[in-house]
């Protein structure tokens, strides 16, 4: 895993009045540190923007691999899910493993 100064174990989310959403997922093993600056940037331009971390991510190794795909799955269903009774609209970006539980 990268090192400790940039994890981030916070969950963002920004403008949350807007009706327009974006759900933005991190890769594996970092965090909302490297997403943290977009989801605002968005959320600045009129968009509701949500960072969440994944399951066992933003803290140590270990608890990174005591989560499985099928956790991360459901974390970000349940998130889009939120999003989705917020929103009329709802677009999803991924970095890295986040795109792949994005199509999902």
Same mark, same amino acid.
């Given at each position: 895993?990268?090192?400790?100064?940039f994890?981030?174990? @916070?969950?963002y989310?920004?403008n949350t009045?807007s009706? @327009?959403? %974006? *759900?933005i %997922? &991190?890769?594996?093993?970092n965090?909302? *540190?490297?997403?943290?600056?977009?989801?605002e940037?968005l959320?600045?331009? #009129?968009? *509701?923007?949500r960072? =969440?971390n994944?399951?066992? &991510? #933003?803290?140590?190794?270990?608890d990174?691999?005591?989560?499985? *795909? @099928? =956790?991360? !799955?459901?974390?970000?269903?349940?998130?889009v899910s939120?999003? =989705?009774?917020?929103c009329? @609209? $709802?677009? $999803? %970006?991924? !970095?890295?493993?986040?795109?792949?539980?994005? %199509?999902?």
């Amino acid at each position: 895993m990268g090192h400790t100064e940039f994890f981030d174990s @916070n969950n963002y989310e920004f403008n949350t009045k807007s009706r @327009n959403g %974006i *759900y933005i %997922i &991190h890769g594996f093993s970092n965090s909302t *540190y490297d997403v943290r600056e977009l989801a605002e940037y968005l959320g600045n331009s #009129g968009f *509701y923007t949500r960072a =969440d971390n994944l399951p066992g &991510h #933003g803290t140590t190794a270990a608890d990174c691999n005591r989560c499985t *795909y @099928n =956790d991360w !799955i459901q974390f970000v269903e349940k998130g889009v899910s939120e999003m =989705d009774s917020k929103c009329d @609209n $709802i677009f $999803i %970006i991924g !970095i890295s493993l986040g795109s792949v539980l994005a %199509i999902i």
